[in-house]
C-alpha cells in the first residue's frame, strides 16, 4: 500500500498577521483615495454647470448681434415644452431658456421693438437647457440690480449689451449668478474656490471668479457659498 506524502515546502498560504497588515494598508490607501476622488467630481460637475450657464450667456449675446434683435434668457421650470415659457418666480437651477424676444416682427421683415420677456412661438427658442444638478441646484443664487424682476431675465440688445431697464433710467443692469455646491467656501488648492461667481455686465460679457478672495469680497452681493 502506498500513502502519499504531503511535501510541506509546497504548501502556499497567507499567514493572520500577513492578511491583517494587507488590509490596513488597503484601507489606508482607500482613505486617502476616495476624497480626492469625491473632489475631482465634485470639481468636474462645477466646471461642467458653470461652462454651461457661460455658453448660454454667449450665445444669447451672439445671436442678439447677428439677429439684430432682442434676445432674452429666462428661468424655465419647462424648458423642453412646446412652447416653453419663462418663470419669474422659479431658479436658473431649474433650467433656462434662450429667445428671441421682440414685440413684432424681428429683423429682416420688421423692427424688433422692445422686448415683452414672453415666447411668442415655439420658432423664437435657439436654446434650451434643463436643470442643474441637485449639488449646484441646491446651493443656487442670482442677484440683479432689476428691481422689478428676481430673479431677473437678461435681455440682450442687438448691440450685445444688455438692454436698459425703465426705473433705473440709462443704467443698465448688472446680474450675478452663483454657483455652489457641498462644498461651500473651501479652498480647493492655489486659493482656487470649490465655488464660482458669474458676473454680466453692462457690456454683456460674463465673467467668471474663481478665487476665494474674490468670491468672499464685498463686491460680490451674493456674499460667497
Not at 128 to 151: E, K
Not at 184 to 192: S, T
Request: charge should be neutral; charged fraction near 10%; aromatic fraction near 8%.
Amino acid at each position: 500500500m502506498q500513502y502519499a506524502v504531503m511535501n510541506k515546502r509546497n504548501q502556499c498560504g497567507f499567514t493572520l498577521i500577513e492578511l491583517m497588515t494587507t488590509l490596513l494598508v488597503a484601507g489606508v490607501v482607500l482613505g486617502i483615495g476616495v476624497p480626492t476622488f469625491n473632489q475631482f467630481i465634485a470639481t468636474n460637475q462645477m466646471v461642467s454647470g458653470v461652462n454651461d450657464l457661460t455658453s448660454s450667456l454667449h450665445l444669447a449675446r451672439t445671436e442678439a448681434v447677428k439677429r439684430r434683435a432682442n434676445v432674452t434668457i429666462c428661468p424655465s421650470a419647462n424648458p423642453f415644452a412646446d412652447p416653453p415659457a419663462c418663470d419669474n418666480t422659479g431658479s436658473f437651477a431649474d433650467g433656462w431658456i434662450i429667445f428671441v424676444d421682440c414685440t413684432v416682427a424681428a429683423p429682416p421683415a420688421g423692427t424688433c421693438g422692445a422686448p415683452n420677456y414672453a415666447v411668442a412661438d415655439r420658432t423664437d427658442i435657439l436654446n434650451a437647457h434643463g436643470p442643474m444638478i441637485d449639488d449646484l441646484a441646491n446651493n443656487f443664487s442670482t442677484f440683479s440690480t432689476n428691481p422689478n424682476v428676481t430673479p431677473g431675465y437678461i435681455t440682450y440688445s442687438p448691440t450685445g449689451f444688455t438692454r436698459t431697464i425703465p426705473v433705473l433710467g440709462a443704467v443698465q443692469p448688472i446680474s450675478d449668478f452663483q454657483l455652489c455646491d457641498h462644498r461651500g467656501n473651501q479652498n480647493v488648492g492655489a486659493n482656487i474656490a470649490a465655488g464660482r461667481w458669474i458676473r454680466i455686465s453692462p457690456t454683456g460679457r460674463p465673467q467668471i471668479f474663481r478665487e476665494v478672495g474674490e468670491i468672499q469680497s464685498a463686491q460680490n452681493p451674493l456674499n460667497g457659498c
